[in-house]
């Protein structure tokens, strides 16, 4: 049981790394070039669109002449209304939309969960611990027999 614990928290912690690493990659990634805007590229672009509709788990807009769709967690969606604004793209991807009072993180931009991860491990890691010890002492103490 505690061999499994471990390895739990040793793979949370793993995943913390990860995100902690993407994270970093995207705070230091460099301004895309032109051919490098709709491509994997690590790297940053900004453009201009135009913001089409916006629900609670959808965005919609039209940039550089292709119209996107990407997934998002809005609690209270702005009014659309062909809104201007500015698409910031990462690796090709669309990772955020802003306009005047308008911040719209899609899913596609790396999630730094890294502390998530790192409280789900420890509390993993001795809870299972905790636990094993517990069944060893009640296994030991002199009422048990």
Same mark, same amino acid.
């Given at each position: 049981?505690?061999?499994?614990?471990?390895?739990?928290?040793?793979?949370?912690?793993?995943?913390?790394?990860?995100?902690?690493?993407?994270?970093?990659?995207?705070?230091?990634?460099?301004? *895309?070039?032109?051919?490098?805007?709709?491509?994997?590229?690590? *790297?940053?672009?900004?453009?201009?669109?135009?913001?089409?509709?916006?629900?609670?788990?959808?965005?919609?807009?039209?940039?550089?002449?292709?119209?996107?769709?990407?997934?998002?967690?809005?609690?209270?969606?702005?009014?659309?209304?062909?809104?201007?604004?500015?698409?910031?793209?990462?690796?090709?991807?669309?990772?955020?939309?802003?306009?005047?009072?308008?911040?719209?993180?899609?899913?596609?931009?790396?999630?730094?969960?890294?502390?998530? *991860?790192?409280?789900?491990?420890?509390?993993?890691?001795?809870?299972?611990?905790?636990?094993?010890?517990?069944?060893?002492?009640?296994?030991?103490?002199?009422?048990?027999?």
């Amino acid at each position: 049981m505690v061999a499994v614990g471990w390895v739990v928290g040793a793979g949370l912690l793993l995943l913390a790394w990860r995100s902690d690493v993407e994270d970093e990659r995207l705070r230091t990634a460099p301004q *895309c070039t032109r051919e490098q805007e709709f491509t994997p590229a690590r *790297c940053l672009a900004e453009l201009d669109g135009t913001l089409a509709s916006v629900t609670t788990s959808l965005a919609q807009v039209d940039v550089a002449g292709r119209h996107l769709t990407m997934t998002t967690n809005v609690k209270y969606p702005p009014n659309a209304g062909d809104r201007p604004v500015r698409v910031t793209f990462y690796r090709g991807e669309p990772i955020r939309i802003e306009a005047d009072h308008v911040r719209i993180e899609t899913d596609e931009r790396p999630a730094d969960d890294r502390w998530i *991860c790192v409280l789900l491990a420890a509390l993993t890691v001795v809870g299972s611990t905790g636990t094993a010890l517990g069944a060893l002492a009640r296994r030991r103490s002199p009422a048990a027999a």
